[in-house]
């Protein structure tokens, strides 16, 4: 099975600008989380989809938004592009739907964002 | 709610030491408790998960952890470390049942000292 896959793997952008990033999760997950990962702040949650709907949500101003496709891609947009975002922006696919124990999280590679 | 602590951002071992990596969880409910491994300029890595079965959990590369309830601490070991073990680790509590989302600890970056 193909693992999660993330395009593009680098972007450069100007501050003020907008980006989107794509995530395509495990081919039957319908689980796909985001994370921002900082040397500073570390591991820091955006949001989870699931089933096109956003499940969960951390604590990130409305600049950061996502959406998942019905066949489970998903994508997150960050408007108005600051400093501060550029970070590694981590996807994670995971099997689960609400009710299950648990299910392990599978992470892409990555996008390494950077913002000038 | 849950959290997650990781003692220690950085530890070096020598090569062919005891690796330990501390973790302790808080959690309103029985916890899920993973160990991940990032090596540069990649995703993370699931290591070993624990799933309220054994409370020894082995893992890939040689790792293994103890969930001990009552210390509420879920340690990361490998008897003997190796230079390819070093790497940022991070230990993550899932909340399971309301929904998927995994916290994540500050992380460890390993060191090993050949």
């Known amino acids: 099975k193909a693992g999660v896959t993330q395009t593009p793997r680098y972007l450069i952008k100007t501050r003020g600008q907008q980006v989107t990033l794509s995530c395509s999760p495990i081919?039957?997950?319908?689980?796909v989380s985001w994370y921002q990962q900082t040397p500073g702040q570390g591991l820091q949650f955006l949001f989870e989809?699931?089933?096109?709907?956003?499940?969960n949500k951390g604590n990130f101003p409305g600049r950061f938004s996502g959406r998942q496709f019905s066949n489970s891609r998903s994508e997150m947009n960050v408007s108005t592009l600051e400093l501060g975002d550029s970070a590694l922006y981590l996807c994670?696919?995971?099997?689960?739907?609400?009710?299950?124990?648990?299910?392990?999280?599978?992470f892409g590679p990555g996008t390494r964002l950077t913002v000038l | 709610a849950q959290s997650v602590t990781q003692l220690g951002s950085h530890v070096s071992v020598s090569e062919g030491a005891l690796v330990l990596l501390r973790c302790n969880y808080s959690s309103s409910v029985p916890p899920y408790l993973f160990w991940y491994v990032q090596y540069p300029n990649q995703g993370l890595q699931l290591l070993l998960k624990?799933?309220?079965?054994?409370?020894l959990v082995k893992g890939i590369n040689g790792f293994e952890a103890e969930f001990k309830k009552s210390e509420t601490s879920f340690h990361l070991t490998k008897p003997s470390a190796h230079m390819s073990d070093a790497a940022e680790y991070f230990c993550?509590?899932?909340?399971?049942?309301?929904?998927?989302?995994?916290?994540f600890g500050t992380g460890t970056s390993l060191t090993v000292i050949p």
């Open positions: 993550a509590v899932s909340e399971g049942y309301t929904g998927n989302q995994f916290y």
């Open positions: 624990y799933t309220s079965a054994a409370t």
């Open positions: 994670a696919s995971s099997l689960t739907g609400r009710g299950a124990p648990y299910s392990e999280q599978f």
């Open positions: 081919s039957g997950h319908r689980s």
């Open positions: 989809y699931f089933s096109e709907t956003q499940r």
